[in-house]
């Protein structure tokens, strides 16, 4: 009987499902914000739980690569941990949790504070592909809206919100124009990361697993939010406030509950960010 | 607070991992993959069917790893066939060549080679056998010796691997509605993601295999009201399919083929009757077929799976069983169980957004009611 680790080829897939893959993120770089189906394979960890980014992040991979993977801010977070742990084994490549010094960064729903870089590649892990799934459940007929360009639905999703309470009331994954051609989904991150997609120096690709759907952004593409002139986009606003631990503010913020004194506090969401500040001010501190 | 929630997420993983291994253990006793293998026969049929594997070994290795969980085997087995690279594609199987060993019609009582109880539970009253909490190895061998014995002296001349199908008999009557010869190239669904209108193939790779649970319910759905079809088993059949290859050296030659194994698998041909209207506004009843096959012996599956697959040829906005984003999304274990799992993922980042947004619209409101007030004064 084979073990686990002679079982599998480097990174998980053969050969031949990795190159299917590579193809289909080819396509998703040639067409920004157009999703392209892939087969998707299944993956060792749950439908769900990231199989999209981590099929880009497999196929990607190669033995000079240095990874770091996020989950909602924090290298730590128990998913990203797993992740990084299969990625680890089935690879054997290094890790960081500085987004400087990693070439992959797999991440679900955060885009990294530190600004990306030139030959960086961003996988954002994606649960919910389609932005017009909210008012059209087939899939066939959202492809055709797509192919027309035909995006009233959108418009008017954001426009009964604001009928409705005053405001447009996304959340996160507020929808996003790319070059002036697809409405496209930026995945759940916070709408504060919504502009560091725009004319990006990294490459940012997004998987959906369960969905079967590569899609991308490509360096320097851009990418505009859905607003209107008299509505603007607003970012989540953190006003006034700033980190507990490193006194950062203008990043997203976590807001905790002191849990004796029960006041509400805040501190950074991006948590390798938050240690580098940390240290940067200790060293400082030192000399 | 925050910190805490995130921070030692390798050493929490590394615990709950060793904390789910004692589960297991814990009992001291070890549950070996021969007893799996020898005495879990429906758990192993239905794996390998949800599974798209066909392997008893593999079955009961990820039986065992799961503990018996159906969902967490199912999810082991597409998780290590999904890195095999596709060495051979095997000739066409054609399930005449079936060697059966069971097989009934609901439909007609005297069917040629007749009906065939095989292995079932359909007629077993379920009462529990408390024996089996006593059984011994003495017991069962003996049983089965002269199980064995007796069927060596019992003689029977029929062939069972040249049953006629039930569905010819109609078929030459002109019962059956006709339909081409489809010879087409099937789609694989595990190569290329599944695209609307989706083809015959595409469908019945689903279905076949989908969580069994979720395509009896939806099955079930359709004959209790929620469709349109009131069908009848055309016939029902179980037992083994000799799987060939071409050499590989000359694939074109079909002389030249290779036995490589049998897969058990259970057949399903579904009668509904159905209108046609004929030449001068006649109207005639024919009979539509819906074809179910799966792994292993999953009857109620397989029939299921027959009645889904009626209902997504014809399609009928007035039910969602008869469309086929809807049956075809959502009968997957992996992708169902994996996506309502991910709710247990911290989603701190999203619910900070969403909680920006809620304020928001809070705020917005009682501006607007301050604004009212001062209006009123």
Known sequence: MMTTATAYNFAFFDEG????????????ISIPGYQVPFASREMPIARGWGTGGLQLTLSLVGKNDTMKVIDQGADESVNAVNIKKLIENTTGIGKTDETSEATIIQSRHRIPEVPLTKGQILVLQVPLPEPLRA????????????A?????????????????YGNMATDADHPVMVENRYVMAPSPIPRFDNPKMNHSDALILLGAGREKKVYAVPPYTRVVSLAFQDHPFEPESFEGESCKVCGANSVFMDELVEEESGETYYQCNDTSYCIERLNQAQEEGAL | MGYVAVKGGTHAIEESIRRLKYERTKKKSILHVKNIEAGMRGLIDQTMSESSLFSEKLASIAIKQAEGNPEEAVFLLRAYRSTLPRKHYSNKVVSEDMRVERRISASFKDIPGGQILGATTDYTHRLLDFNLATETDEDLLSWVSDFEKEETTDSDDTDLTKLTKVIDYLRNEGLVQECERNDQEPDDVTRKSLEFP???????QILSRGQTGAVTSLAYAVIRGYGSLHPTVGELRVGDL?????????????????????????EAEMLMPVTVEKEHGKKEIEFEIGYGVCYGQNETKAISMGILDN???NKNPDYPSHNEEFVLFHIDSVESTGFISHLKMPHYVTFQSKL??????????????QEKQEVRV
């Not at chain 1, 499902?17 to 998703?28: N, W």
């Not at chain 1, 008012?135 to 797509?146: C, D, N, Q, R, V």
């Not at chain 2, 989706?198 to 019945?204: M, P």
């Open chain 2, 311 to 313: 209902c997504l040829e």
């Open chain 1, 135 to 146: 008012f059209e459940a087939s899939e066939l007929e959202t492809k055709k809206l797509h």
């Open chain 2, 198 to 204: 989706s083809s015959r193939s595409e469908r019945l």
């Open chain 2, 242 to 266: 000799p799987i060939y290859i071409n050499n590989p050296i000359d694939p074109t030659d079909d002389d030249d083929s290779y036995f490589i194994g049998e897969i058990k698998v259970t």
């Open chain 2, 356 to 369: 920006d947004s809620v304020r928001k619209t809070k705020k917005k409101h009682s501006e607007l009611n």
């Open chain 1, 148 to 164: 027309e360009k035909e995006y009233s639905g959108a418009w008017l999703m954001l426009f009964e919100q604001i009928m409705k």
């Open chain 1, 17 to 28: 499902s990795k190159r299917e893959i590579r193809r289909a993120t080819l396509k998703a």
